[in-house]
């Protein structure tokens, strides 16, 4: 098992910028991958980004496209936490947050890759 705590949501502005952070707990040491997803009201749980590591694969870190060059993910290994710096928020960036962990899988951009999450934390952008 593992368990996953989000923080860092809010309320911000138009062009405002909110960090999130996401520490892993329990068996970490089988996990290779940490990753973001959000849900909007009325819509899909859709992927936001993922950073992978393994012996073979080296550290690979993979964004949407609706949020390249905006947000930045990184990793803390030794606190088992992933952080994600959200810049130049949008509106259409409003949803719940969802963190997640994964175990060697081929495809972490996918809902299904995933084993764990947390509780989502809530991201409000307002115009």
């Known amino acids: 098992q593992v368990q996953l705590v989000e923080s860092g949501g809010g309320l911000v502005q138009a062009g405002g910028s909110l960090r999130l952070s996401c520490s892993a707990s329990?068996?970490?040491?089988?996990?290779?991958?940490m990753g973001w997803f959000r849900q909007a009201p009325g819509k899909e749980r859709e992927f936001v980004a993922t950073?992978?590591?393994?012996?073979?694969?080296?550290?690979?870190?993979y964004y949407a496209d609706s949020v390249k060059d905006r947000f930045t993910l990184s990793r803390d290994s030794a606190k088992n936490t992933v952080y994600l710096r959200m810049n130049s928020l949008r509106p259409e960036d409003t949803a719940v947050y969802y963190c997640?962990?994964?175990?060697?899988?081929?495809?972490?951009?996918?809902?299904?890759?995933?084993?764990?999450w947390g509780q989502g934390t809530q991201v409000t952008v307002s115009s």
């Open positions: 997640a962990v994964a175990g060697l899988r081929t495809d972490y951009r996918r809902y299904d890759a995933y084993d764990y």
């Open positions: 329990g068996r970490t040491s089988s996990t290779y991958a």
């Open positions: 950073t992978s590591w393994s012996g073979r694969s080296g550290v690979s870190t």
